[in-house]
């Protein structure tokens, strides 16, 4: 092991969180803890304690300006008296001694795509309530086994970050409690007591509670701040149409889709009974191609009427030179765009739809929780703008908007849905 000393000193909390952490771990924070330097101290210890060659280390952000703006300044000034320290700058990499390397990604682009495959001694996710469970469980999971397998001290992961709703990160603190190699806890400004009583006072009075009870208290439960479908969620929450809801058989399925770039899709499956709008199913992910999901949609139980997406299903794409719409046409999925409407108008179009939708509690729990999470962009002031913040709800929440666009305009359409001479029925 090579010892190396960093300008790095611990306040009580962060020092006893060290001491702690195990080999999965899920620690949401309040505002102010120190936890993304806490994240690049613990990763620079663990690189430098791992015994096995060529060690890799990741810290992984919402997007790339992002994880660029918390961590790089830090990580370049935490490593500076370490000899042999090279830096990229634009691939975010720190190269040192004995072949050790930290890199920071941004899931908004490639490079964390660019991670399948290959190893990882350690991975830190910051702020991992911005990001989407496909990242765990599709490439980074699989990125820690070989590693742990040579080395019990490799192939660990810290997620950290505070609440926003019950998102992918709640599900990771809630279902992984009491396991075996995880360590779960959460840190609020009453246990740290770092943040003097007249400052939380004063954070308290300009805060709105919601706020102060998510960014301090680390409150899973408080309510969204400035969520789209807030309202509209708490009625089909007390009206108790969060329940099952199963398929009938007897009855069409229609499904509408938001085919999102760099691959994001999500998809809800919809049968009308009278005024009802019964949603029995979801699917939601990324990374995976438009041929996936029309053998998905094979693979389902269902009898299909229609299937519909988003305007932008039609534009065609310079590498293919066809569109989505073509693409998903030539494997049997005929694909109708909705209408064209602003964002605002699709929105409340959902707003009202949302009167009348049941929503199965199994099988559209991750659609539920997107559309409790949905919320307005905020400027550099904190001031509400009208645009929707975008984050990883929103191609599920697009999706319903698409749905409740194309029930409101379907029967007045100008022209018919032109199927192919065979289908996804």
């Given at each position: 092991?090579?010892?190396?000393?960093?300008?790095?000193?611990?306040?009580?909390?962060?020092?006893?969180?060290?001491?702690?952490?195990?080999?999965?771990?899920?620690?949401?924070?309040?505002?102010?803890?120190?936890?993304?330097y806490?994240?690049?101290?613990q990763?620079?210890?663990?690189?430098?304690?791992?015994?096995?060659?060529?060690?890799?280390?990741?810290?992984?952000?919402?997007?790339?300006?992002?994880?660029?703006?918390?961590?790089?300044d830090t990580?370049?000034?935490?490593?500076?008296?370490?000899?042999?320290?090279?830096?990229?700058?634009?691939?975010?990499?720190?190269?040192?001694?004995?072949?050790?390397?930290?890199?920071?990604?941004?899931?908004?682009?490639?490079?964390?795509?660019?991670?399948?495959?290959?190893?990882?001694?350690?991975?830190?996710?910051?702020?991992?309530?911005?990001?989407?469970?496909?990242?765990?469980?599709?490439?980074?999971?699989?990125?820690?086994?070989?590693?742990?397998?040579?080395?019990?001290?490799?192939?660990?992961?810290?997620?950290?970050?505070?609440?926003?709703?019950?998102?992918?990160?709640?599900?990771?603190?809630?279902?992984n409690?009491?396991?075996?190699?995880?360590?779960?806890?959460?840190?609020?400004?009453?246990?740290?007591?770092?943040?003097?009583?007249?400052?939380?006072?004063?954070?308290?009075?300009?805060?709105?509670?919601e706020?102060?009870?998510?960014?301090?208290?680390?409150?899973?439960?408080?309510g969204?701040?400035?969520?789209?479908?807030?309202?509209s969620?708490q009625?089909?929450?007390?009206?108790?149409?969060?329940?099952?809801?199963?398929?009938?058989?007897?009855?069409?399925?229609?499904?509408?889709?938001?085919?999102?770039?760099?691959?994001a899709?999500?998809?809800?499956?919809?049968?009308?009974?009278?005024?009802?709008?019964?949603?029995?199913?979801?699917?939601?992910?990324?990374?995976?191609?438009?041929?996936y999901?029309?053998?998905?949609?094979?693979?389902?139980?269902?009898?299909?009427?229609?299937?519909?997406?988003?305007?932008?299903?039609?534009?065609?794409?310079?590498?293919?030179?066809?569109?989505?719409?073509?693409?998903?046409?030539?494997?049997?999925?005929?694909?109708?765009?909705?209408?064209?409407?602003?964002?605002?108008e699709?929105?409340?179009?959902?707003?009202?739809?949302?009167?009348?939708?049941?929503?199965?509690k199994?099988?559209?729990?991750?659609?539920?929780?997107?559309?409790?999470?949905?919320?307005?962009?905020?400027?550099?002031?904190?001031e509400?703008?009208?645009?929707?913040?975008h984050?990883t709800?929103?191609?599920?929440?697009?999706?319903?908007?698409?749905?409740?666009?194309?029930?409101?305009?379907?029967?007045?359409?100008?022209?018919?849905?032109?199927?192919?001479?065979?289908?996804?029925v």
């Amino acid at each position: 092991m090579t010892n190396v000393t960093i300008p790095y000193k611990p306040r009580k909390h962060q020092a006893q969180l060290h001491k702690k952490v195990k080999r999965f771990n899920v620690i949401p924070c309040h505002r102010r803890f120190g936890k993304s330097y806490w994240l690049l101290a613990q990763t620079l210890k663990k690189c430098f304690q791992c015994t096995l060659p060529n060690p890799r280390y990741y810290i992984i952000s919402a997007t790339y300006s992002q994880v660029k703006k918390i961590h790089w300044d830090t990580l370049k000034f935490l490593t500076k008296n370490i000899p042999n320290t090279t830096y990229h700058e634009t691939e975010l990499r720190c190269d040192m001694v004995g072949g050790r390397r930290i890199q920071l990604l941004g899931a908004d682009g490639s490079s964390v795509d660019s991670i399948r495959g290959i190893y990882a001694d350690g991975v830190g996710l910051d702020e991992t309530q911005l990001l989407h469970k496909d990242l765990l469980n599709k490439v980074l999971r699989p990125a820690l086994v070989d590693r742990h397998q040579m080395d019990k001290n490799s192939g660990w992961l810290i997620a950290i970050g505070t609440p926003s709703g019950h998102n992918f990160f709640y599900q990771m603190y809630m279902k992984n409690q009491g396991k075996k190699d995880w360590f779960i806890k959460k840190y609020t400004v009453e246990d740290t007591k770092i943040i003097p009583k007249d400052e939380l006072e004063n954070l308290r009075l300009m805060m709105s509670p919601e706020e102060f009870a998510t960014e301090f208290m680390v409150d899973f439960d408080a309510g969204v701040v400035n969520g789209i479908y807030s309202k509209s969620m708490q009625l089909v929450e007390d009206e108790n149409r969060i329940t099952k809801v199963p398929h009938i058989p007897e009855l069409p399925v229609t499904t509408f889709s938001d085919i999102g770039f760099r691959d994001a899709f999500s998809i809800v499956f919809i049968q009308k009974q009278g005024s009802a709008i019964h949603v029995i199913d979801h699917l939601e992910g990324s990374g995976e191609s438009i041929e996936y999901y029309a053998n998905k949609l094979k693979e389902l139980p269902y009898t299909y009427d229609n299937h519909f997406a988003g305007h932008d299903i039609v534009v065609t794409e310079l590498g293919s030179g066809k569109s989505r719409q073509e693409i998903a046409s030539n494997l049997g999925w005929f694909i109708q765009a909705v209408p064209k409407l602003k964002v605002e108008e699709g929105i409340n179009a959902l707003r009202m739809v949302l009167k009348r939708v049941w929503l199965d509690k199994d099988k559209c729990d991750y659609l539920v929780n997107c559309l409790k999470q949905y919320r307005w962009k905020t400027n550099q002031l904190g001031e509400i703008t009208s645009t929707p913040h975008h984050g990883t709800e929103s191609n599920s929440c697009d999706a319903m908007r698409y749905m409740a666009i194309g029930l409101n305009e379907s029967s007045s359409w100008s022209s018919d849905l032109k199927y192919g001479p065979s289908g996804i029925v």
